[in-house]
């Protein structure tokens, strides 16, 4: 009987070892997948705008990216690898201008701002459309000017109730979890240095 006790204990802990080394075999194998799969969307995309989460409220280039009216802003945020900086904590004020009002710019202006050689043109105007703060349209009415993110100030101004940040006016605000977007009908181009 303790022969039997003994061969029965013994088969036992070779089954065990043997469930054992395969789970642990398989965890590693699944490790080494997901590392692998997390090392390729790094290189492709890296930092804080490139994170999914769809419960939060949307931040400013979560908002820019799911309207229609905003694509060639949002062309021209990622020419210019500015994406990151837009999911900031902020809180950041966007003067976000509409594809019409890229538009309504001279032809050509808005291809040769995207090409490569351009780029610290454009962001030096993409910045020039970003405060730090959030604040309302309503309150915008008490300023006279706003300093920039490229280190400019911008006039606002308010005719027949309706708020002018650098000439454009804003024509709809969209509270953002990182601040606030403010649709502007014109592009905001800074003086020339």
């Known amino acids: 009987m303790k022969s039997t ?31 692998n799969e997390t090392i390729d969307v790094s290189e492709n995309n890296k930092g804080q705008a490139f994170i999914e989460d769809d419960e939060s409220t949307p931040n400013v280039l979560q908002i820019a990216i799911g309207s229609a009216d905003h694509s060639t802003l949002v062309a021209a945020v990622q020419a210019a690898d500015l994406e990151n900086v837009l999911v900031n ?5 966007v003067f976000a201008p509409t594809n019409a009002a890229f538009d309504a710019l001279p032809e050509g202006t808005v291809e040769d701002l995207l090409k490569p050689e351009n780029k610290d043109a454009l962001t030096n105007i993409l910045k020039y ?4 703060g959030n604040y ?40 953002a979890g990182n601040g606030i977007v403010h649709v502007v009908d014109k592009v905001i181009l800074p003086p020339t240095q």
Do not use: W
């Not at 459309?129 to 730090?132: D, K, M, S």
């Not at 308010?158 to 000439?167: I, P, T, W």
């Open 5 to 35: 006790i003994k061969l029965s204990m013994m088969g036992l802990f070779s089954l065990f070892t043997l469930i054992s080394s395969c789970k642990n075999r398989s965890q590693n194998e699944t490790k080494d997948s997901n590392q």
């Open 89 to 93: 904590a902020g809180p950041l004020m």
């Open 129 to 132: 459309h970003v405060t730090p």
């Open 136 to 175: 309302s349209k309503d309150f915008l009415m008490n300023f006279k000017k706003l300093g920039q993110a490229n280190n400019q100030n911008v006039a606002v101004e308010v005719k027949d109730n309706e708020v002018y940040v650098g000439g454009a006016k804003i024509i709809a605000s969209i509270t």
